[in-house]
């Protein structure tokens, strides 16, 4: 069988013919769809006041689901560790476990209040321009690694959880946060953070102290005569027969890393910091709005197909009975 080669050309024109079946299949779906209601417009109806009464008893006030959402610091946990933890938190609020009561005497919670939690979620944080700054929170968990301007901060996790008690946001969120930090796992990797740390701030600040001492000591011991007479160079200067190098630059470099350590250290105080507090979205999950637009569409699809089973019932009674 000889197969047919195909240029870029060909390969465009049959894309855009497929594409073009696409939508007049779904054109001619809707078109069916549309005189179907027209004909058993009742069964449509009748699914349809059905679908909206569930959207608006689901969207009630007291039934609204709200996100909240915070950014933490993690020292020394790693974000994989931080994610297996913060998800054994559904174990809290699942009434078929056994350690529910445990869950709830670590959380500090009632059980109300873990009655209104669930939904917890984590997602990664992206810093665009390498630069250890947030930029953004990767909430549909498709960002590009593989691009330089993607990079997952290692430090950096974005939390959140569903409640539908708004006003006890705070509380639930820094009961969360005190419950990953009082995990064994989490302790021992902060610890050993911590611990790194130190040693780091110490180094810098020696390695500052090494150089301005160095610097003050040329400047100071120079001596007379011969050696006292300074000729310019490029690195530096040149003392009598000695080559004396200015350390200014490597003494802001050392400083500046020795500062950014400190800055870290500082933000080291446990496991995980959560930066600034638990955000809410005003915006409800299950919104009068988004519900009745999800009710009118699901029950729009779920009419016809129950008017056309009511249609073609005679012929599924005679296919049944063959």
């Excluded at 020394?76 to 709830?104: D, F």
């Excluded at 990079?151 to 959880?161: H, Q, Y």
Aim: a positive charge; charged letters at 20%; aromatic letters at 12%.
């Amino acid at each position: 069988m000889q197969e047919r080669e195909m240029n870029f050309f060909d390969v465009c024109v049959a894309c855009c013919r497929a594409i073009g079946r696409g939508f007049r299949a779904c054109w001619n779906l809707f078109a069916a769809m549309l005189r179907l209601t027209y004909r058993m417009w009742w069964i449509v109806l009748s699914v349809l006041v059905i679908a909206l009464v569930w959207a608006n008893v689901e969207a009630r006030k007291s039934n609204r689901v709200y996100k909240a959402e915070a950014l933490v610091w993690l020292n020394g946990p790693t974000i994989e560790l931080t994610e297996q933890v913060y998800k054994s938190l559904r174990l809290a609020v699942s009434p078929e476990i056994s350690q529910t009561q445990n869950k709830m005497a670590q959380l500090g919670l009632s059980a109300e209040d873990l009655q209104n939690v669930s939904g917890f979620e984590t997602f990664y944080v992206i810093d665009c321009m390498n630069d250890s700054i947030a930029d953004r929170v990767d909430y549909r968990h498709k960002a590009n690694l593989t691009d330089t301007v993607n990079v997952r901060m290692p430090n950096r996790l974005c939390i959140s959880f569903l409640t539908k008690d708004p006003n006890n946001v705070s509380k639930v969120g820094s009961a969360i946060v005190d419950y990953l930090n009082r995990d064994p796992q989490m302790q021992m990797a902060y610890e050993h953070k911590r611990v790194v740390m130190e040693r780091e701030v110490a180094f810098a600040k020696n390695q500052v102290e090494k150089l301005d001492s160095l610097t003050s000591a040329f400047y100071f011991n120079q001596g007379t005569g011969k050696q006292a007479q300074i000729e310019r160079w490029e690195s530096g200067m040149v003392l009598g027969r000695r080559e004396i190098k200015l350390f200014t630059d490597k003494i802001y470099q050392e400083f500046y890393r020795y500062s950014s350590l400190d800055y870290t250290l500082a933000f080291c105080t446990a496991p995980v910091v959560q930066e600034g507090s638990f955000t809410i979205n005003p915006a409800a999950v299950n919104g009068r709005t988004k519900m009745n637009i999800l009710g009118l569409f699901f029950g729009w699809i779920i009419g016809c197909i129950l008017a056309l089973v009511v249609e073609r019932r005679k012929d599924i009674i005679s296919w049944l009975k063959q």
